[in-house]
Structure formats: structure tokens, C-alpha cells
């Protein structure tokens, strides 16, 4: 009955490669987000998702792209991986008209070799 | 534009001891002010929040937060500390617009201690 979930939770890989973190919520939000935090542990939004349409964007390399096959899902695909982008990824999600009261996932630990 | 300064990054009280988490937040908008707590290798769990209504909030686990706007602070309790209270915490702030842009920005987070 998990209500917000990542898949995976460990991810390490090689410089240059491409990899995806899913995100699911069955919490019936219509709203999802991406977050990065970083090794000093600093938490930034990097994307907000609401019914499959994209309502927040920020400063994020276009090699980062989200996709939202539904409401329920939000998947994060990162292309040619740097060593930058080494960090915990965090899922959430809200109702819209909620939006400040997010749910967050468990986070998916990236580690760019 | 908005943010939260949380002071001390890390913070060490004897178990049994108040706990005091420190953040002032700046913004142009009346905020809602949140307090998340991350256990190690887990996720953000909400704790308690501020939404403009009393100014006196309780959380989760014996924790409280107090707004004061002339001080533009929202401070974390707990009357006494728990082992289990190690863990990271982070104050954030938004401005409640309901349009679905909210960004939540949150503080740079204060590692608990709990000294047994």
C-alpha cells in the first residue's frame, strides 16, 4: 500500500550512459514532481507534472527528460549521464489545488562512476 | 521570491532534552511554512506544516512549530528528545497559490543528534 514509489532505489552506472527512475503514486493526485538533492544534501525541484501536461521547468539540463504516461506515473530519463549527476532523486505528488502539501517517495540513489 | 535559512547544520541534544531547530524564512507573499524530517537512506516525511491558519502547529512524533511573523520565524520543538528523532530536517516554504506551481523550496536541512 506503498503511496508514493520509486523503482530503482540504487542505480550506478558509467559516465555517458542512459537511465530511468520510475515514479508511481496511488494516492489519486494529479499532480507529480521531480526533486534532486544533492551530496550536501541541498533539495531542488527540478519538474512538476500536472495531468501528463508539464507546469514546472526549471534550470534542468535538457539531457533530464520527464515523461508522464498518466497522472499516476512520472519517469525521469536521464541521457549521456555525468558525474554531476550523482545525487538522490525524489518523486512526489499532490492534488493541484493542494500543491503545497506533497508526498514524497523514497528516493533512487544515482551514482555516475 | 522565496527561501528558509536553517541555522546549524547540525545540531546534538542529551536524550531527554528539548530540541530546538531553527529556521527564519524570506517572502514577498504570506507563506506556508512545512518541517520534513528524512531518516537515513528513507524519503521526506512530513512532519507538520503552517497554512495560515493557527499559529501554533503540531506535528507528528511530539513536535510543534511556532509562526511569528515579526520575527519571520518558524522553529521546530520538542519538549524531549528520543533517540528515534535522529535524523535530518528540513524546513521549507511555498506560497500556497493553488494554481499547481507551487515550488517548494526548502532549506539546506539540520542533522539531529541524540546524545543517549
Known amino acids: 500500500d506503498t503511496a508514493v514509489s520509486q523503482t530503482p532505489k540504487y542505480l550506478v552506472t558509467q559516465m555517458g550512459n542512459d537511465k530511468s527512475i520510475k515514479c508511481e503514486q496511488n494516492l489519486g493526485h494529479d499532480t507529480m514532481y521531480w526533486y534532486k538533492q544533492d551530496s550536501k544534501k541541498f533539495l531542488k525541484i527540478m519538474f512538476s507534472?500536472?495531468?501528463?501536461?508539464?507546469?514546472i521547468n526549471e534550470t534542468v539540463p535538457n539531457r533530464f527528460s520527464p515523461k508522464s504516461p498518466d497522472k499516476a506515473h512520472l519517469n525521469l530519463h536521464i541521457n549521456s549521464l555525468e558525474l554531476g549527476d550523482s545525487a538522490v532523486y525524489f518523486c512526489?505528488?499532490?492534488?493541484?489545488?493542494?500543491?503545497?502539501?506533497?508526498?514524497f517517495g523514497p528516493g533512487t540513489r544515482l551514482t555516475v562512476l | 521570491a522565496q527561501s528558509v535559512t536553517q541555522l546549524g547544520s547540525h545540531v546534538s541534544v542529551s536524550e531527554g532534552a528539548l530540541v530546538l531547530l531553527r529556521c527564519n524564512y524570506s517572502?514577498?507573499?504570506?507563506?506556508?511554512l512545512f518541517w520534513y524530517v528524512q531518516y537515513p537512506n528513507q524519503g521526506l516525511q512530513l512532519l507538520l506544516k503552517?497554512?495560515?491558519?493557527?499559529?501554533l502547529v503540531k506535528g507528528i512524533n511530539g513536535f510543534e512549530a511556532e509562526f511569528k511573523k515579526s520575527e519571520t520565524s518558524f522553529h521546530l520543538t520538542k519538549p524531549s528528545a528520543h533517540m528515534s528523532d535522529a535524523a535530518e530536517y528540513f524546513c521549507?516554504?511555498?506560497?500556497?497559490?493553488?494554481?499547481?506551481?507551487?515550488?517548494?523550496?526548502f532549506g539546506t536541512g539540520t542533522r539531529l543528534t541524540i546524545i543517549p
Open positions: 521549507a516554504v511555498t506560497q500556497g497559490s493553488n494554481f499547481g506551481n507551487e515550488k517548494l523550496t
Open positions: 517572502s514577498s507573499v504570506p507563506p506556508y
Open positions: 507534472y500536472n495531468n501528463k501536461e508539464l507546469i
Open positions: 512526489a505528488s499532490s492534488h493541484l489545488t493542494s500543491a503545497h502539501l506533497q508526498y
Open positions: 503552517y497554512t495560515s491558519a493557527a499559529t
